[in-house]
């Protein structure tokens, strides 16, 4: 069982699940991308979200037989060490610019080729 919330963490939490539900709707509203999505709150409260509430969600069978595999995520795809700080190396493809890098050189080659083309 989760250790009880502080009140910060209780606001955080309803900002979060509240910003996730409202995510969810945009894609459906955006994209017309299907969804279905069931939480359980620290205190056992059940909170569920459906694109299209007259719809059931697919069941596993469903997803078996359809033309395209589906796409299983986990907990284990997000694993960090901090929010937002991801655990393995390859999170990190560039180095921050510096004057030994060359990238600074790099860019103001690529924007002043830019200008001679739209000049």
Request: charged residues 30%.
């Amino acid at each position: 069982m989760a250790p009880a919330l502080t009140r910060v963490k209780k606001e955080q939490l309803r900002k979060r699940r509240n910003n996730l539900l409202r995510r969810h709707n945009e894609f459906w509203l955006l994209y017309g991308i299907k969804s279905w999505l069931v939480m359980e709150l620290p205190d056992g409260q059940i909170v569920t979200y459906h694109s299209h509430p007259n719809s059931t969600p697919p069941s596993a069978e469903d997803m078996r037989n359809r033309s395209k595999p589906p796409i299983v995520k986990t907990s284990h795809d997000y694993e960090t060490t901090n929010l937002g700080q991801p655990t393995h190396s390859m999170a990190r493809c560039f180095d921050k610019p510096t004057r030994e890098s060359g990238i600074w050189e790099d860019l103001a080659h690529y924007l002043d080729e830019y200008r001679r083309l739209i000049a």
